[in-house]
Structure formats: structure tokens, C-alpha cells
């Protein structure tokens, strides 16, 4: 079957740095994308990954391993607003969004 | 980045009655629509897509009866809860694509349904 594994849930400090990890198992791949969901409202996209490496944008960065089925989100100078549910997703050979179940991040001060 | 938006926001409706759900990509032609519908806590789980000017493909386990979808155009898509119950009070999110399938999904804000 289809898997997407993120963990439940984090917690961090404000001005901080941290690492959210998604593996996945699919039958195919064409891509993975990370959105960002705040409690209460729908996702926004943050970014697409299709080839291994680091993908930086301002603040957020996302990196992916094909080989090792892996994907990481790292947000830097973490703002309270960044308190959110982090989704990863990926597109499987039919081009399917296969969703995991989010990781919910806390911002402490 | 492209915008999609969702009608109503909100919606309260007693057991029995039918619920109309809009989504419209404002500032592009969308091919393909999709239904996603969200539990508290957990992930979206995809209930169907659909493709201009064709039925819509349903996710198995999703009653195509009980959930209408109508994608009449390049910038709406309606969803329809009929006969709503207790157990289809949920968060219903809808989101568009551009173009071809490795194209980005945009989202709509959603619509949180409560039935009594």
C-alpha cells in the first residue's frame, strides 16, 4: 500500500530552526509537496521537490532523497504565525496526491 | 500564486436538507477540480476529482448519490451534500490545477458544514 509518514506533532522556540521529516512509500513518484495549513483553514502551498536535493525559499527550505523515500522541511527564525500544521504529499504514478496525516507544529516563546 | 475561493464559508443546515458547496478559481482556467474533506486532527482524504465538462471520478467508499458534483465550467465547480446527516458535518475543501497533472493545486479556504 501507500504510505506517508510525518511525525504528530513538534513543538519548538521562537527564533529557533527545526526539521520536520516526511517518509514515503508509493507506487511511483512525480513529485512531493509540503503546505502549510493553519488550524481552521485550508492548505497553502509551500513547496514542489521533484529532484533530490535542497530546495531554499526565504525562511523554508525542503530537501528530498528519492533513494531513501525522504523528504525534510526546515523553517528557519521560527515566527509564532508559523504555529501550523505542516502537510507532505506526494504524486504517485497516476499522479495522485497521496496525503500524510500533517505535523502539527507548536511555536513556543 | 492563483486563487481559489469557496461558498459559502460556513454553513449550518438541519438533518434532511441538501447543501450547495462553490468553488471558483478566480485568476485561471481550471482543468481539474478536486473535493477533498478533512476530520478534525486528521488529513485531507480526497473524495473526488473532476474534469471540465465530464462526471466526476469518485474515491471508492464515497457515495456519488449523496455527494453531486457538477464542473460546468473552467472556473466553478459545485459540490452538493444531499440529504445531509450528523455524519457528514465536516470541513469540505476544494482545490483547482491549472493545466497538466505535475501542475501545483490550489486551495479554496474551505467550507466547515454542520448538520443537526
Known amino acids: 500500500g501507500q504510505n506517508i509518514d510525518q511525525p504528530t506533532e513538534m513543538t519548538a522556540t521562537e527564533g529557533a530552526i527545526v526539521q520536520i521529516n516526511c517518509t514515503y512509500q508509493?507506487?511511483?513518484?512525480?513529485?512531493l509537496f509540503w503546505y502549510q495549513q493553519h488550524a481552521g483553514e485550508a492548505p497553502t502551498f509551500l513547496s514542489y521537490?521533484?529532484l533530490d536535493g535542497l530546495e531554499e525559499k526565504g525562511r523554508f527550505s525542503s530537501f528530498l532523497s528519492r533513494s531513501k523515500g525522504y523528504s525534510y522541511l526546515l523553517l528557519k527564525e521560527l515566527q509564532m504565525k508559523d504555529s501550523a500544521s505542516y502537510l507532505c504529499?506526494?504524486?504517485?504514478?497516476?499522479?495522485?496526491?497521496?496525503w500524510g496525516a500533517g505535523t502539527k507544529l507548536i511555536i513556543k516563546p | 500564486g492563483a486563487v481559489v475561493s469557496q461558498h459559502p464559508s460556513r454553513v449550518i443546515c438541519k438533518s434532511g436538507t441538501s447543501v450547495k458547496i462553490e468553488c471558483r478559481s478566480l485568476?485561471?482556467?481550471?482543468?481539474?477540480m478536486f473535493w477533498y474533506r478533512q476530520f478534525p486532527k486528521k488529513s485531507l482524504m480526497l473524495m473526488a476529482t473532476?474534469?471540465?465538462?465530464?462526471?466526476?471520478?469518485?474515491e471508492q467508499g464515497v457515495e456519488k448519490d449523496k455527494f453531486l458534483i457538477n464542473h460546468a465550467s473552467l472556473t466553478l465547480s459545485t459540490l452538493t451534500v444531499t440529504s445531509a446527516h450528523p455524519e457528514d458535518s465536516s470541513f469540505y475543501i476544494c482545490?483547482?490545477?491549472?493545466?497538466?497533472?505535475?501542475?501545483?493545486?490550489?486551495f479554496g479556504p474551505g467550507t466547515r458544514l454542520l448538520v443537526l
Open positions: 482545490s483547482a490545477r491549472a493545466g497538466n497533472v505535475l501542475e501545483t493545486q490550489y
Open positions: 473532476s474534469n471540465e465538462g465530464s462526471k466526476a471520478t469518485y
Open positions: 485568476d485561471f482556467q481550471a482543468t481539474t
Open positions: 521537490n521533484v
Open positions: 504529499a506526494v504524486m504517485d504514478s497516476n499522479y495522485q496526491l497521496i
Open positions: 508509493t507506487s511511483g513518484f512525480n513529485g
